[in-house]
C-alpha cells in the first residue's frame, strides 16, 4: 500500500540552526512528493514539489529537499531555522497510476526557539 | 497567484442536519478535491472529482456525503446528516493540470457539530 511517513511529530530547535524535517514513502510506482506547510488556524502552503526532474528542489523560504530513491525519502531541509518558521509541515505523495489524490503524512510541528 | 476560495470559514450546526460547504476552485482547473482534517491529526483524503463525476473517494466518504459542481465554478461537498466525529477542517484544492502537479489549497471551513 502507498504511504507517508513522517518521522517525529515535534521538532525543535534554536533560531539560526539546521531544520531537518524526515519524510519517507511507502510505494511500488514512481511518486510525486510534496511538502506543504500550515501556520495556526491557515489552510495549507505549497513548500516545494518533485516531479521527477531534478532530485535536489529548492523551495520557498529557504527550504529544500532531496529526492532519495534507494531510501525511499523526501527530507526538507533549511540551513538556518527563523522564527517565523514555527509551523505544521506535512508531507505528501501522489502517484500517476491514481486520479492526483494527495497522501499526507502525519505532520510534523516545527518549534523554533529563541 | 491565483486562489481557491472557500465559504463559510467556519459552520456550527446541530447533528443530524445537513451543511453544505462551498468552494470556488481556480477557474481552468480540471480535477477537484476535498480532504478534512480532524483537529490535531492528518489531512485525508475524501474524494475527487473530474469532468463532472467523481472518480475517487476514500471510505470516509460514505452516503452521507455527496459533491457536485451545480453551476461550473462552484464545487460543493454536501453532508446529509451530520455527525459528532464529522467535526473537522475541511479543504478543498485543486491542481492546475491533472495528477503530478501541486494542488492549491482553499483556507478551509470549519465545522463544529454539537
Known amino acids: 500500500a502507498q504511504s507517508v511517513t513522517q518521522l517525529g511529530s515535534h521538532v525543535s530547535v534554536s533560531e539560526g540552526a539546521l531544520v531537518l524535517l524526515r519524510c519517507n514513502y511507502s510505494s511500488s510506482v514512481p511518486p510525486y512528493l510534496f511538502w506543504y506547510v500550515q501556520y495556526p488556524n491557515q489552510g495549507l502552503q505549497l513548500l516545494l514539489k518533485y516531479t521527477s526532474a531534478a532530485t535536489l528542489v529548492k523551495g520557498i523560504n529557504g527550504f529544500e529537499a532531496e529526492f532519495k530513491k534507494s531510501e525511499t525519502s523526501f527530507h526538507l531541509t533549511k540551513p538556518s531555522a527563523h522564527m517565523s518558521d514555527a509551523a505544521e509541515y506535512f508531507c505528501?505523495?501522489?502517484?500517476?497510476?491514481?486520479?492526483?489524490?494527495?497522501?499526507f503524512g502525519q505532520g510534523t510541528t516545527l518549534q523554533v526557539k529563541p | 497567484e491565483p486562489e481557491v476560495t472557500q465559504t463559510p470559514s467556519h459552520q456550527v450546526t446541530q447533528m443530524g442536519q445537513e451543511v453544505i460547504l462551498r468552494c470556488v476552485p481556480i477557474s481552468n482547473h480540471l480535477y477537484f478535491y476535498w480532504y478534512r482534517q480532524i483537529l490535531g491529526q492528518k489531512v485525508e483524503f475524501l474524494v475527487s472529482?473530474?469532468?463532472?463525476?467523481?472518480?475517487?473517494k476514500s471510505e470516509i466518504f460514505d452516503d452521507q456525503f455527496s459533491v457536485e459542481r451545480p453551476d461550473g465554478s462552484n464545487f460543493t461537498l454536501k453532508i446529509r446528516s451530520t455527525k459528532l466525529e464529522d467535526s473537522a477542517m475541511y479543504f478543498c484544492?485543486?491542481?492546475?493540470?491533472?495528477?503530478?502537479?501541486?494542488?492549491?489549497f482553499g483556507p478551509g471551513t470549519r465545522l463544529t457539530v454539537l
Open positions: 472529482f473530474y469532468n463532472n463525476e467523481i472518480s475517487e
Open positions: 484544492a485543486s491542481p492546475l493540470a491533472g495528477v503530478g502537479n501541486e494542488q492549491f
Open positions: 505528501a505523495v501522489s502517484f500517476s497510476s491514481n486520479t492526483g489524490k494527495l497522501i
